[in-house]
């Protein structure tokens, strides 16, 4: 596995704001500058790979069970309630190719029509909270990767916690928060953030398995920065603004977070571009915020 491949989710427990709309974006943007992109979708409603497959002209309903997510959850979780000695392996064919005019890149669909409605959320009640089924995402993508060469593997996280999503937040290197300006969401993104710190340390610092966790998840995600989505031209977002970043300044560790002034506007183009499967080509926001990203990206690095 490259140790150039950054591993990204994009998160927030608040539903609506933008997440699986700026994965899809960042996705295309980076794929543009000829950056080799591997998109996974966590989301058990699976809008994304619904997108995704959809605009790869076919329908997720019919994808065939095994080429889902869901497969390599329910499989690994079967393995370790009943079979431990058995080890598997999956098909190169989970992945899939998205093409279109001008980029392509990779994805591994999740499907809420797995099994008849297994979903990964149904899927994730099955697990228990061990080092077994939290390293089965990991696993799985350490496998991908050992044969494949990605620069980033972008995560759409749903806005919920469960094992699963756990599992994600401990293997990624970074994160990004997308959150609406409604003066009530800053507490929501201050809490998602000591949701991931908390996390991190309840394995990889407190555990009894704490040596262990630390070395096989590796560091903390860092949080690349928080943006803003669903900008309306003619709404002054000042007190909303302050609001923000007063709060997480007040509940997180302040020199962790950054702000993006690159801000997603509220247009019908991103939406209707989304539902193809492509980014606005009306619109650059995506585009200007995914450069920052990867600048913001060489800044902590460089740190
Ligand atoms: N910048 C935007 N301007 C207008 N509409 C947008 C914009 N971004 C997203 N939308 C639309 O808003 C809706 C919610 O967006 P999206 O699905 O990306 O949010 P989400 O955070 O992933 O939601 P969930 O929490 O349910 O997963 C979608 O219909 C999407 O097309
Ligand atoms: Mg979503």
Redesign the pocket.
Known sequence: MSDDTKIIF?G?Y???????????NFAEHLAKKDKKVLVLDL?P?S??SEILVKNNGAVLKDLEDERTLNYVFDLNINTIKKYKSMKLKFNRKIIQRYKKDGFQYDFIASSLFYRDHMGLDELAIKMEDTMEYLSILKNYLDSVLDENRYDFVLI????SNNLITRSAFLLSDYYVI?TILDGISSNGVAHYINTINETYHMYCVHSNDFMLAKHYFGKKPKLIGVFC???RGQVNYNAATKELVDTLIKNCRAEEIHFFKEE?????????S??IGEA?KA?N??ELLTDSILRRLEEIQEA
Do not use: H, M, W
């Open positions: 994009v927030n608040k539903g609506g704001v933008g997440k699986t709309t700026s994965v899809l989301d409603q809008s994304l759409d996280c749903p806005p997308p989505t669903f900008i997603i506007n509220n247009y019908i183009d991103i939406a209707r989304t539902e606005s619109r926001d995506y």
